[in-house]
């Protein structure tokens, strides 16, 4: 009976949360919080969106390097969708993607600054040149450590580039950023792309009609301290490739990939009502390749299991090794298995708010034993079960952990902040 309500406990936290409510929720203290400033009481409790319209939208497009500032709970597109989740979009126009010597890619919305605690975060765009990346890293946002709540996380790729090629940040105007010149890293963060000032649930993200997909793109110093404002650290697992040719790929359709998604997205966001926007923003200006073909009609909603953090972030290497094996799914290599396929039914009715049965939370619960890569802080097992993962001499897997408090890649905190 015990084994029984430990399994219904562990189902329950995981599920709907509970557990990382209830470690949060253990500690309590007999000073109070402070209220927050008299504007942000009102806003929280009359909020007032800024729409976001055709013509800005057009503005920014017409721009060759735009910057902007955007108010993070503020502003939103039509649908309601948040403008700080806008994806990462290509300007193939400007870019000598096929100079393979000193050519580069200019990306646009890049998150490379702000200030989170005031809710602004600013958006530029980064010149990217080819042949500039010296390792890959899949990388796993923990929130816990421990107990059931440690199975609650995110996944995202992390690019690091030569230190004597690294991408450059550039302003309005076109020129390279005086105070904040080169990018030594950048993450790509596949999420859930919800309206602003709102959370994510699972129970919602099972239903691929809540949310869209999106391909978010941050300076790594910016996206660590999101991270670390949040109270997690970084588990790094560097990806073991043949060459350095291979990671340039990997960040190549990776960008593909991204821009690919984003231009059916925002189609999508704009409600059909942006049709001079629209005509801006085809996939057809993509660059015909063996990505863009592979993904002319895939699904691009967000789906919790299927088309989530980890499986997008894992599919990107799995397309590349297929695009290196020339389309080939694992006959000379083990493939790595991004996707666990068809879950449960309980998954399915639960989402759509229909009766489960005990038994099909069970079998829920044995079937996300089975598969246990649906977890963040086990989203590396298929990489280790297709060999490509760093090991050391005793071919145990390289992880090492970065935390705002142990030390980052930028140096310690009490070095940089005085």
Not at 107 to 122: K, M, S
Not at 215 to 240: E, H, M, T
Not at 307 to 320: F, N, P, W
Request: aromatic share 10%; net charge positive.
């Amino acid at each position: 009976m015990k084994t029984v309500d430990k399994k219904k406990c562990v189902l329950k936290g995981f599920f709907v949360g509970v557990a990382s409510v209830v470690l949060l929720g253990g500690c309590s203290s007999s000073i109070p919080v402070g209220e927050p400033l008299a504007r942000v009481q009102e806003w929280n409790k009359h909020p007032v969106y800024n729409k976001h319209t055709e013509k800005q939208m057009l503005d920014w497009l017409k721009q060759k390097t735009p910057r902007e500032t955007v108010y993070t709970p503020e502003d939103r597109w039509p649908n309601e969708f948040a403008v700080c989740m806008t994806p990462l979009l290509i300007n193939w126009k400007s870019s000598k993607w096929k100079d393979q010597t000193n050519g580069f890619v200019l990306v646009r919305n890049v998150q490379i600054g702000g200030n989170p605690i005031r809710g602004r975060a600013i958006y530029g765009t980064v010149r990217i040149p080819v042949r500039a990346v010296e390792r890959v890293e899949l990388v796993v946002v923990r929130y816990h450590l421990k107990g059931p709540a440690r199975r609650d996380g995110h996944v995202q790729l992390r690019f690091v580039f030569n230190k004597d090629h690294r991408p450059e940040i550039l302003n309005a105007n076109g020129k390279q950023d005086s105070t904040q010149p080169f990018a030594d890293d950048l993450i790509i963060s596949w999420e859930s792309w919800r309206p602003s000032n709102t959370k994510w649930e699972f129970v919602k993200g099972l239903n691929p009609k809540e949310y869209a997909l999106t391909a978010r793109i941050y300076l790594g110093c910016q996206r660590f301290l999101n991270d670390s404002l949040r109270g997690a650290v970084w588990d790094c697992y560097p990806l073991k490739l043949s060459d350095k040719k291979t990671a340039d790929l990997l960040l190549w359709d990776a960008l593909v990939m991204g821009d690919l998604v984003a231009r059916k997205s925002l189609k999508q966001i704009t409600n059909n009502s942006f049709k001079s926007a629209q005509s801006k923003i085809h996939p057809e200006q993509v660059p015909d390749g063996f990505i863009k073909d592979l993904l002319k009609n895939a699904d691009i909603s967000y789906q919790a299991l299927n088309r989530s953090c980890i499986s997008m972030a894992l599919a990107q290497i799995e397309l590349t090794m297929r695009r290196i094996d020339q389309g080939n799914t694992g006959t000379k290599r083990t493939a790595i298995s991004y996707s666990p396929g068809k879950p449960p039914v309980w998954f399915e009715r639960i989402a759509l708010g229909e009766k489960r049965s005990i038994g099909q939370a069970f079998h829920a619960l044995f079937w996300a034993g089975e598969h246990e890569q649906i977890f963040p802080y086990k989203a590396y097992l298929p990489l280790k079960e297709a060999g490509l993962l760093q090991t050391d001499k005793k071919g145990k897997i390289i992880k090492y952990r970065y935390g705002h408090k142990i030390g980052s890649p930028y140096g310690k905190l009490m070095r940089n902040l005085m």
